[in-house]
């Protein structure tokens, strides 16, 4: 199971049960109080990246996710070369088509992460990798660091410059003329309420999810009616949620508001398959996709975030103009760019390409030598852009010239 590519996004609605410690006491806080630490990441496909040790080894790479509750280990492989011990078994379950699965909780870890230090963090462990982070970032991931890493901190993210900033709250630096809204912290995540305007014109206020695990710009559930979605919608497989595919529709959204801001003609996601009912009673999820046009400070202990136009914030939204999935295998040294899903009646489907498909060159360029990021760039970036593309199928080299085609 593959994580979808950028905007057709991954669900992360986990709930885990039964913990046994309570939420304040699993946390982190700077390993030198009074200081701030400045740490590198890493954006990957949406994803924000970090190195982290566990019980002084590593570094892992996990991404900060603030759609989850636990911090969750994907790769099972990193359970055996830690020997983490686990305590007891829990249930996974999230949107998607398939059934739940279980993990493991660990005693509490050792967790280190550039002067950050934890206190009786443990971790939901999965037996097998359900959420394929590896495949589809093009690197290991090896898990996912949720609500005990923002509790007690206050974490600036800079999009400019790939770092973040984590201090006490006391000791943060805010920014200046940003916008300050108030959030909730409800079941261990955090919620904004704002008012949406959907395509006819209806402004709805809306509680919203804050996920940085989610790559879309805004997704919206329960549907009231299609005339909240633009005439030209689409039918889209959003993506691979927890337990399978999540299906639904794309389709611009006429303004977001964010304090002082009003984000428009953001494209939204509109899941039609949502069977699983959340602990807290929401009306959608707001992603990175749209957070990354920000600066934006998140600061749990007194429920608000802070968010200031990043250098993003006047670019113009775009899906896949390709209408293709794809994912990463490493083979020894060589990385092999697969096509997982191949979307009908868009531009990949009608330059002929197939699932199983093998990507092998992009104009003049080796797809082993470019990242899946900037594959994904490429193919977001401008309706009516020719390629050509050598592809590998059935063991022959195929020539294919894909035209790529904007559809929301």
Known sequence: ???????????????????SKAAAAQSF????PGTSETIPFELVRNLIVVQLKINNQGPYNFALDTGVGYMLITEPSLVDSLNIKSTRTVKIHGLGEGKEFEAHITTPLNINLQGIVSHNVSAAVFTEDHFGLSAYAGRTIHGLLGYEF???????????????????PQNMHYYRRAAKLPISIEDRKPYLTTNVTFANGNTRKSKLVIDLGAGHFISMENLADDKQLQPQYIDANLGIGINGPVNGYLSRIKN????????????GAFPD??????????DGNLGIGLLKKFNVIFDYPNNVIYLKPGTEYHRRDEHDMSGMTYYSIVDYDLVHVVVDKVEPGSAASEAGLKKGDELEMIDRTAVGHMTLQQIDDLFQSR?????FLLISRDKKYVPIRLTLKRRV
């Open 273 to 282: 398959n949502n069977k699983i009912v959340p602990a807290v009673p929401r």
């Open 1 to 19: 199971m593959f994580w979808s590519k950028r905007y057709r996004f991954i669900i992360l609605a986990v709930i885990v049960c039964c913990f």
């Open 150 to 168: 923002f509790s007690q901190l206050a974490v600036k993210i800079n999009f400019a410059e790939n770092v973040l900033v984590v201090s006490a």
């Open 29 to 32: 806080s700077m390993e030198e």
């Open 256 to 267: 977001v508001e964010l304090g002082k801001y009003s984000v428009k003609n953001v494209i």
């Open 383 to 387: 309706d009516g852009r020719p390629f």
